[in-house]
């Protein structure tokens, strides 16, 4: 039983409240701490301390090492229950209260024995072994450390608290030699803190586990989960935000599973943001953006020192290294909607008026008239997954496959009415005209290369055939090699006598899902998956493009960005959340056994190397250097993976089929096209096709 009477939890945001305990229960490898009366704060992530230190002084001796200065995690935090992730304090029998120092130190080596080759409960104490671990190995240096520690903590806020103690865990770690067993600790201590497996063993109960670890709630229920959730790692940047991308795999596999309310809430809420006031040095962006990200904070409320409220705190990129805005989140929330209304059957949310008037801005954002001759949509670098400078400027594929796909799913929850019929007009010209102009231009394979390479330039007409003035030049040798006989895919991007040759997956598996790519085409670039398997999987699904830059191109197209090197991160780096965009479009595809032998290379690693953000070199052997462990979306696609290839029928809730209607429409504009005749039906907008 846990010697603890009160404890202190505050908040990212600093506020701190104090909650007396009632009932200290010890279950499934979880503290319980009952509260003996609500905790306003729906938090997920708190942060405990130990108030009463005298106590616990008491308890663990005068020389106070220890527990005093423990911070916990709070996993789950509901109006009564508090499950605490790591221990406070443990029942420690002691030998002497108040004994010798050479007391003390045989009583916590005892300590340690005992904890090492405790059960899982006992494994809980993270804090507390990182602490005796260091004591061990230099006792003094650890002890004036931890009453460092824990005089400023006194005195300091709790974020300072958190520092402090994360400061202590890193000297610990250097000072310890066994680093892999404290690993196996945390690991230990996430699944303990999130509880029990819900299916035995399995590593698909493992990232239940670890995908229910990362839910975020906001006014007592679930609206998202953070980016990242690893207990070890101190620095977390803002991947304790809850990303509108990287929620998606989260979504569906909860979708998936028949939880539909973390959905409803999420989509519901990031609603909101979206009029939210945002500026960039007095400037601000479109009214319909959604942001990248947000956190959950708990502040004050207005007059009541004792009570608190939670606000949502979003981040339009205004925050974001490089200040990129993410184009892509509300063409991802159009998507999931659809994905929620489709499997819910709850039609009751897409029907309501805010919700309505949310798909509209997002369109009216993404429909606006500018200078651009093109129907893809203009866009600065990192406007989406890729969300540094990696030359992707201009038309990237990505954000036109999510654009095509966001615009299928809008015109199949548009009402009709309000005046919407003249966007719906505006939404099946830009349909058309984007499908053309992608199906047509970005698609290469050997016959479109060879073609390519016979191009004359210069040609000035309405007639041209290479029309965006492309020099073959261009035509790399790296691809010449590349390019199978077999299979093809559509390039990243097309801009005025530029193609960018390299193959982004994202784009590629999101055409065919949405139907952007025809039949054939989609066909053909699973071929080159299945071609190139090497070079895209290797040991882990999945390239998020092909080839890195390197040498002069990688120090002028990404500024000579450390972390995007040749073959990591995104420069070539392997993501296994990707996985999840694969399996669909295989299932699509009726080529399910790809995704299959796919998620089998990602089950020899990811549960071992800890759920990782991403893999580094040329066969994707290395754990990422800068990737962030227990990566949420790394969990959630290998869960969807896992979910649609047992039940295939279920990924209908992404998948676009060909509209006819508008396939119509795209023959008549290919037969137009100058290779053919010109001019035979005209589209009420021109755009270049
Ligand atoms: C990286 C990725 C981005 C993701 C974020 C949080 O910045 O490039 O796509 O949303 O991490 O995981």
Same mark, same amino acid.
């Given at each position: 039983?846990?010697?603890?009477?009160?404890?202190?939890?505050?908040?990212?945001?600093?506020? +701190?409240?104090?909650?007396?305990?009632?009932?200290?229960?010890?279950?499934?490898?979880?503290?319980?701490?009952?509260?003996?009366?609500?905790?306003?704060?729906?938090?997920?992530?708190?942060?405990?301390?130990?108030?009463?230190?005298?106590?616990?002084?008491?308890?663990?001796?005068?020389? !106070?090492?220890?527990?005093?200065?423990?911070?916990?995690?709070?996993?789950?935090?509901?109006?009564?229950?508090?499950?605490?992730?790591?221990?406070?304090?443990?029942?420690?029998?002691?030998?002497?209260?108040?004994?010798?120092?050479?007391?003390?130190?045989?009583?916590?080596?005892?300590?340690?024995?005992?904890?090492?080759?405790?059960?899982?409960?006992?494994?809980?104490?993270?804090?507390?072994?990182?602490?005796?671990?260091?004591?061990?190995?230099?006792?003094?240096?650890?002890?004036?450390?931890?009453?460092?520690?824990?005089?400023?903590?006194?005195?300091?806020?709790?974020?300072?608290?958190?520092?402090?103690?994360?400061?202590?865990?890193?000297?610990?770690?250097?000072?310890?030699?066994?680093?892999?067993?404290?690993?196996?600790?945390?690991?230990?201590?996430?699944?303990?803190?999130?509880?029990?497996?819900?299916?035995?063993?399995?590593?698909?109960?493992?990232?239940?586990?670890?995908?229910?670890?990362?839910? %975020?709630?906001?006014?007592?229920?679930?609206?998202?989960?953070?980016?990242?959730?690893?207990?070890?790692?101190?620095?977390?940047?803002?991947?304790?935000?809850?990303?509108?991308?990287?929620?998606?795999?989260?979504?569906?596999?909860?979708?998936?599973?028949?939880?539909?309310?973390? %959905?409803?809430?999420?989509?519901?809420?990031?609603?909101?943001?979206?009029?939210?006031?945002?500026?960039?040095?007095?400037?601000?962006?479109?009214?319909?953006?959604?942001?990248?990200?947000?956190?959950?904070?708990?502040?004050?409320?207005?007059?009541?020192?004792?009570?608190?409220?939670?606000?949502?705190?979003?981040?339009?990129?205004?925050?974001?290294?490089?200040?990129?805005?993410?184009?892509?989140?509300?063409?991802?929330?159009?998507?999931?909607?659809?994905?929620?209304?489709?499997?819910?059957?709850? &039609?009751?949310?897409?029907?309501?008026?805010?919700?309505?008037?949310?798909?509209?801005?997002?369109?009216?954002?993404? &429909?606006?008239?500018?200078?651009?001759?093109?129907?893809?949509?203009?866009?600065?670098?990192?406007?989406?997954?890729?969300?540094?400078?990696?030359?992707?400027? !201009?038309?990237?594929?990505?954000?036109?496959?999510?654009?095509?796909?966001?615009?299928?799913?809008?015109?199949?929850?548009?009402?009709?009415?309000?005046?919407?019929?003249?966007?719906?007009?505006?939404?099946?010209?830009?349909?058309?005209?984007?499908?053309?102009?992608?199906?047509?231009?970005?698609?290469?394979?050997?016959?479109? &290369?060879?073609?390519?390479?016979?191009?004359?330039?210069?040609?000035?007409?309405?007639?041209?055939?290479?029309?965006?003035?492309?020099?073959?030049?261009?035509?790399?040798?790296?691809?010449?090699?590349?390019?199978?006989?077999?299979?093809?895919?559509?390039?990243?991007?097309?801009?005025?006598?530029?193609?960018?040759?390299?193959?982004?997956?994202?784009?590629?598996?999101?055409?065919?899902?949405?139907?952007?790519?025809?039949?054939?085409?989609?066909?053909?670039?699973?071929?080159?998956?299945?071609?190139?398997?090497?070079?895209?999987?290797?040991?882990?699904?999945?390239?998020?493009?092909?080839?890195?830059?390197?040498?002069?191109?990688?120090?002028?197209?990404?500024?000579?960005?450390?972390?995007?090197?040749?073959?990591?991160?995104?420069?070539? !780096?392997?993501?296994?959340?990707?996985?999840?965009?694969?399996?669909?479009?295989?299932?699509?595809?009726?080529?399910?056994?790809?995704?299959?032998?796919?998620?089998?290379?990602?089950?020899?690693?990811?549960?071992?190397?800890?759920?990782?953000?991403?893999?580094?070199?040329?066969?994707?052997?290395?754990?990422?250097?800068?990737?962030?462990?227990?990566?949420?979306?790394?969990?959630?696609?290998?869960?969807?993976?896992?979910?649609?290839?047992?039940?295939?029928?279920? +990924?209908?809730?992404?998948?676009?089929?060909?509209?006819?209607?508008?396939?119509?429409?795209?023959?008549?504009?290919?037969?137009?096209?100058?290779?053919?005749?010109?001019?035979?039906?005209?589209?009420?907008?021109?755009?270049?096709?």
């Amino acid at each position: 039983m846990s010697q603890i009477l009160s404890i202190c939890v505050s908040r990212i945001s600093e506020v +701190a409240c104090s909650i007396s305990l009632g009932d200290i229960k010890v279950k499934n490898g979880k503290i319980l701490l009952s509260c003996a009366r609500p905790v306003p704060s729906k938090r997920r992530s708190c942060y405990v301390r130990c108030q009463q230190t005298s106590r616990i002084q008491e308890i663990l001796g005068k020389d !106070g090492n220890g527990a005093a200065t423990d911070v916990a995690e709070v996993f789950n935090l509901n109006s009564k229950n508090i499950v605490a992730e790591r221990v406070l304090t443990e029942p420690v029998e002691r030998k002497s209260k108040a004994g010798s120092h050479e007391d003390n130190k045989a009583s916590t080596e005892q300590v340690e024995r005992k904890s090492r080759a405790a059960s899982q409960e006992d494994s809980r104490t993270l804090t507390e072994q990182v602490e005796r671990k260091s004591r061990a190995a230099s006792h003094e240096d650890s002890r004036n450390s931890t009453e460092q520690v824990e005089r400023k903590s006194r005195a300091a806020s709790h974020e300072d608290s958190r520092n402090l103690t994360e400061q202590v865990e890193r000297k610990s770690r250097t000072a310890s030699h066994e680093d892999s067993y404290l690993e196996k600790q945390a690991r230990d201590l996430l699944r303990a803190g999130a509880g029990s497996y819900e299916e035995d063993g399995s590593f698909e109960s493992e990232a239940w586990t670890l995908l229910r670890a990362a839910v %975020v709630n906001y006014c007592g229920s679930p609206i998202g989960t953070i980016a990242a959730n690893d207990p070890l790692d101190p620095d977390t940047l803002n991947y304790d935000q809850v990303f509108i991308r990287d929620f998606i795999p989260s979504g569906i596999a909860f979708l998936l599973k028949g939880e539909y309310d973390i %959905v409803r809430n999420f989509i519901l809420h990031t609603l909101q943001l979206q009029s939210w006031e945002k500026t960039m040095d007095c400037h601000s962006p479109g009214q319909g953006l959604m942001p990248a990200s947000f956190k959950v904070r708990t502040v004050p409320r207005d007059g009541d020192d004792t009570a608190t409220e939670d606000i949502l705190d979003p981040d339009f990129g205004e925050a974001a290294i490089g200040r990129v805005a993410p184009v892509d989140s509300g063409l991802w929330w159009i998507i999931l909607l659809r994905a929620y209304v489709k499997s819910s059957g709850d &039609l009751s949310v897409q029907e309501r008026t805010d919700v309505q008037t949310g798909i509209k801005m997002i369109l009216k954002l993404c &429909l606006a008239d500018g200078f651009d001759m093109f129907p893809t949509l203009l866009v600065t670098d990192g406007s989406c997954m890729i969300d540094r400078r990696m030359g992707i400027h !201009g038309h990237p594929l990505e954000i036109q496959a999510l654009f095509y796909s966001a615009l299928r799913c809008a015109r199949e929850m548009l009402t009709l009415g309000d005046g919407s019929a003249g966007l719906i007009r505006a939404l099946n010209n830009r349909l058309i005209a984007l499908s053309f102009h992608i199906r047509e231009y970005y698609w290469i394979d050997m016959k479109k &290369l060879n073609e390519i390479y016979r191009y004359k330039t210069e040609e000035y007409s309405y007639d041209a055939v290479n029309k965006f003035n492309i020099y073959p030049d261009q035509i790399s040798p790296w691809l010449v090699e590349w390019m199978p006989d077999r299979g093809g895919y559509f390039i990243g991007n097309l801009q005025p006598a530029h193609m960018d040759f390299r193959f982004f997956s994202l784009g590629n598996f999101w055409s065919i899902i949405t139907n952007l790519a025809t039949r054939e085409q989609s066909d053909a670039v699973l071929d080159f998956v299945e071609a190139k398997w090497n070079d895209l999987v290797s040991d882990m699904p999945f390239k998020i493009c092909y080839p890195a830059l390197e040498g002069q191109e990688w120090q002028i197209i990404t500024g000579s960005d450390p972390k995007n090197t040749p073959w990591s991160y995104h420069n070539g !780096g392997a993501w296994p959340t990707l996985l999840w965009q694969l399996t669909v479009a295989c299932i699509k595809m009726n080529r399910p056994e790809l995704a299959r032998k796919a998620v089998g290379v990602a089950e020899k690693r990811l549960s071992k190397d800890r759920w990782p953000e991403y893999y580094d070199t040329k066969r994707a052997r290395f754990i990422g250097k800068q990737a962030h462990l227990y990566q949420t979306w790394s969990i959630a696609g290998y869960l969807v993976s896992k979910l649609l290839l047992r039940n295939p029928e279920a +990924a209908k809730i992404l998948t676009c089929e060909e509209d006819m209607e508008l396939l119509d429409e795209c023959n008549c504009l290919l037969e137009a096209n100058p290779k053919r005749k010109r001019g035979r039906k005209k589209s009420s907008k021109s755009y270049i096709v």
